[in-house]
């Protein structure tokens, strides 16, 4: 037999016998109710088909139990996994996450911060869009509500948390293991449209120089619009391919994804990325993409801790909703990369 609909708290209070004070007490925190209330609640709602609305009972809380999160792209597998990991930090604390994707646009990036600033989420948590992103979007989040970057930081932006990838070492750590099983990496590097590319090239031109080698780096302007990651790489590589430069060269790319482009140059010249064990081309990323181990080669890599960093970032946007920490105590968090050692260098 199927169960009655019942579409508002009006029709429930009358269903099941209950006051709809008590009803609202009980969906925005049932310890707050009396225990003969709770079970003739719980034993109303398994007779009727109902279901509370998530948003009317949360709006008079002081907290809404909602986190924000902003990330700059849905087709890349990396921020899937962040996603995720932020997601799952979320919930074992008891929050909803609510996702808005920034989708490589500054304007779509601002009204999604004012969004979550109607909705009136106790925190958020963002990847910027890096370069394109309007910074006192990020300022205005500050000084609204307790708040994060993650991933990628905004260098101009002071006072504002953030956790990511510690670039020096991880960019380092890969510049030195290509330095020490052939010849000195060139750096394929990618438009700037995240910090993030901007601060391994420049960790890689530090290492090189520290190693007593010439910093080489490529493909630093954009080859063809729109193309900033495997379109990118397959570019770049193309065309010095094509004019038989750096066929025999270590390349270390900005990211996987540039990594996987150059992964498709080289097949297309009939070249064969760690074939040889001494001298030859040799390809690697950073990131540890999660198709890294299924490219072919299987793709040598940095891995980001990006369970750690979605841990790491739920943990301090959390320290402040407690205000375990002053709002203006700024803290950084970088992690370690891992060497991810495979076929293609």
């Known amino acids: 037999m199927a169960k009655p609909e019942i579409h508002t708290m009006e029709e429930l209070s009358a269903a099941i016998g209950v006051s709809r004070p008590t009803l609202s007490r009980y969906f925005q925190d049932p310890s707050k109710v009396s225990r003969s209330s709770v079970e003739r609640i719980r034993s109303g709602l398994e007779r009727v088909d109902y279901i509370p609305n998530f948003f009317a009972t949360r709006m008079n809380r002081k907290s809404t139990g909602m986190i924000g999160v902003i990330i700059p792209y849905l087709n890349d597998l990396f921020f899937t996994r962040l996603l995720e990991s932020i997601e799952r ?28 600033l109607s909705m009136n989420v106790d925190g958020a948590v963002v990847a910027p869009l890096g370069n394109l992103s309007d910074l006192k979007v990020y300022e205005r989040l500050n000084e609204r509500l307790p708040f994060v970057l993650m991933d990628s930081r905004p260098t101009p932006l002071s006072g504002v948390d953030f956790v990511g990838t510690d670039h020096v070492q991880s960019t380092g750590i890969i510049t030195e293991y290509l330095n020490r099983v052939g010849t000195p990496p060139v750096f394929l590097a990618m438009p700037r449209v995240n910090f993030n590319a901007y601060e391994r090239e420049m960790a890689y031109i530090t290492k090189m120089e520290e190693l007593g080698h010439e910093p080489i780096v490529i493909g630093a302007d954009v080859v063809e619009k729109g193309s900033y990651f495997e379109g990118h790489g397959l570019a770049v590589l193309n065309d010095h391919f094509s004019k038989g430069e750096f066929t025999a060269s270590s390349i270390l790319c900005a ?50 801790d990006v369970g750690a960093i979605g841990q790491a970032a739920m943990d301090r946007l959390i320290e402040k909703l407690r205000a375990e920490n002053s709002q203006g105590n700024q803290t950084v968090q970088l992690m ?3 060497l991810k050692i495979r076929e293609s260098a």
């Open 336 to 338: 370690n990369g891992i």
């Open 89 to 116: 930090a979320a919930m074992r604390a008891g929050f909803t996450v609510i996702t808005q994707c920034s989708h490589s646009d500054r304007e779509i990036e601002a009204r999604a911060a004012e969004t979550f």
């Open 255 to 304: 990211n996987d994804r540039v990594a996987i482009g150059a992964l498709r140059a080289a097949a297309h010249h009939g070249l064969q990325p760690g074939a040889m064990r001494q001298g030859g081309l040799r390809i690697a990323g950073h990131d540890d993409y999660p198709l890294c181990p299924f490219t072919v080669p299987t793709l040598t890599t940095v891995a980001q």
